[in-house]
């Protein structure tokens, strides 16, 4: 695979927000080039690249040698994997690392990982001594596609997800799309929940474009893949150009995240990926949506077909009624009583939509596997 | 004085950071008018109002009154007064006692207070939800003319203070001067030493006005306070709107606060006010100006003397020059290894000068009590 990609092309697409834009650049193999990249985009003398163990390390380890060969001081810093590492008390830690190394106004933080390494250390770049350059290497397919560009940075905390964090834009993003050949299947899966949402809810020809051809981007055809790849950064770049800070347009971005993050919630962040509770909050929002005919026949099954092609599940987990009631009323999303629900309008258009918890999670809802098409599951 | 005051017309100073200007609004017992200004300048549905006991708090329920009088929910939170309620422990708690209470996109946070509490609120502002509309309502001279202008936000870490923050700019800085009446003396001549600093670095018409009535001013005069507080502002604003993020010019307002910080900083942070700090760090710097030939002779002494009328020490506190060094090196706005010293050139004139730690401490320098004009002391 590798010795056809060498001969793919890289690609550009660049996120306009006046003194803020950036570049993000998409490769097969490009990991040597980025040390001269946040050389170029930064102006730093020295470099803290913080990653999680075990695949992102060798991935981070390149990445520091690329830095140093541009004739920068780089020192890489480790975090355990998994979404409880988005905290507060490791962004803590972190902040005195980084201090105890020097870390200075000279010095550019440099994410490699996913998503969860990516929102902590923009959060940690947003904050340590009132803002550092920050760039992302994002080396999973949901940071990708979704994560990494945007400036969305952030921790959790007791009472929900990123409810603490920052609008921290990255001088640059760094896609080496090979590095998704380490990436489990089922990540590789969770990823793809973002890219078919982008089509979703923008783009009816990339959503087309999946139809005929998912099995290969799922096996990372790098033909199919970059261009693919790059569709899903230039909707992501043009959508933040348009909405930085998510007052409308931006919101769209949160189709299929309702109910998704209720079902995280109730979850507690266990045993289930976000990309894999966005599939099911994306499945249960089209279907509602069909229900409230604010979308044709079909489109939920034509989207659920999709989804269940990416290896994702279609089912939210089963707890009552109640309880995704209360945990969609928690979301901070709420403004007064009503919420800004993600409506599905046809494929590859959507619209917010002003609902009550009530109308999103009506009285006899059939949530939870086995309610209809019992496929999926959250495993 | 309140009978004289009430006559004194209030004034506005504006900051002009493009869609991020705001206005200063300064008065006399003018406390009543915040509400209806959060209304109108935040469009919030509700505020956070965060104070200190024991004094700042009898300010912060009338500031709560007048917002619930707008129309506005209102609720007050307190921290413990001190600077150790500036850390990221204090903040973790205020997450959460916000989110409890229905803090949401919706929500405005109001620092009624001195600088610990306006640069906590600020920072929770700066990152709650990834950002809340913030005002500043300073009760203490300090934050009135300097710290609640300029959108710095911080927390302290073990490393140092002010290492952990956001430039998070508030949408109104609202000042009741009458509330200075409530504040102890010896705080209020920690804040005179920021009003002097001004003065020195950027306006000797201001400087002359204060040598012929700096007594008045202290003694709160509004007809005297109300131009001072003022042009105090203005000269924050100017350097803050040519110079968002310290970039350069912002860095003139460091004056003093190299020795300053270092002499916080061996103290533990202890029995040393912020100002009295600056204070004794704006008479070291400008001696060691003299002697570098970099400012007329007599420059210090004519400092010293209005920072001696203020109520101010001169000298800073005695540790081994050797501490000083150390603490000056480890001073978080370090590049490589020189300093952006702030030197005064003269009264009204000050400009960066890059220098190593060992030529603004050189071997043999006199440092502490009793060194020189042994009258100040830390207290």
């Known amino acids: 695979m590798s010795g ?3 001969s793919v092309g890289s690609r ?38 913080l990653t999680v163990p075990p695949v992102a390390r060798r991935h981070a380890v390149r990445v520091v040698r690329s830095i140093r ?25 972190l902040y005195d690392a980084l201090l105890e190394a020097g870390a200075a106004r000279d010095t550019v933080v440099v994410a490699v990982g996913g998503g969860v390494i990516g929102d902590l250390s923009g959060y940690v770049a ?7 350059p920050f760039v992302q290497v ?11 560009v945007g400036g969305k940075t952030g921790v959790n905390v007791r009472q929900g997800k990123n409810l603490v964090g920052a609008f921290h834009q990255p001088r640059l993003v760094w896609i080496d799309a090979h590095t998704l050949t380490t990436l489990p299947p089922r990540q590789r899966s969770a990823g793809m929940a973002e890219v078919i949402k982008h089509a979703a809810i923008w783009d009816a020809r990339l959503f087309a474009r999946l139809e005929s051809e998912i099995e290969r981007v799922m096996a990372l055809e790098p033909e199919v893949l970059l261009p ?41 962040y266990r045993g289930l990926l976000h990309g894999e509770a966005v599939a099911m909050g994306m499945v249960y929002a089209a279907r509602r949506c069909e229900a409230m005919e604010l979308c044709p026949k079909g489109t939920s099954d034509r989207l659920s077909a999709l989804i269940e ?19 969609v009323r928690a979301d901070k999303k709420r403004e007064d009583a009503r919420i800004h629900f993600v409506a599905l309008r046809k494929i590859g258009r959507a619209e917010t939509v002003p609902l009550l ?14 309610a209809k098409r019992g496929s999926g599951g959250s495993g």
């Open 138 to 148: 994002p080396t999973s397919l949901l940071a990708m596609v979704d994560s990494s």
């Open 228 to 268: 693919v790849l790059e569709r899903n950064c230039q909707i992501k770049a043009e959508v933040v150009s348009r909405d930085e800070r998510e007052a409308g347009l931006r919101r769209l971005l949160n189709f299929g995240h309702t109910l998704g993050h209720a079902a995280e919630a109730l979850k507690r």
């Open 12 to 49: 550009r697409v660049r996120v306009e927000l006046g003194d803020r834009s950036y570049p993000i650049e998409i490769g097969w193999q490009n990991l040597e080039g980025v040390g001269d990249a946040i050389k170029r985009h930064t102006g730093a003398s020295q470099a803290a690249v």
């Open 309 to 327: 092609r990416a290896g994702l599940p279609l089912e939210l987990p089963a707890f009552p009624r109640k309880a995704y009631l209360t945990a």
């Open 126 to 132: 947003a904050t340590l001594l009132r803002g550092l």
């Open 357 to 370: 918890p009530e109308e999103i999670v009506p009285a006899g809802a059939r949530i939870g596997s086995g």
């Open 69 to 93: 060969d541009a004739g920068l001081r780089a020192k890489r810093f480790e975090v355990p994997d998994g979404e409880r590492s988005k905290s507060l008390a490791q962004a803590g830690k």
């Open 4 to 6: 056809r990609g060498a």
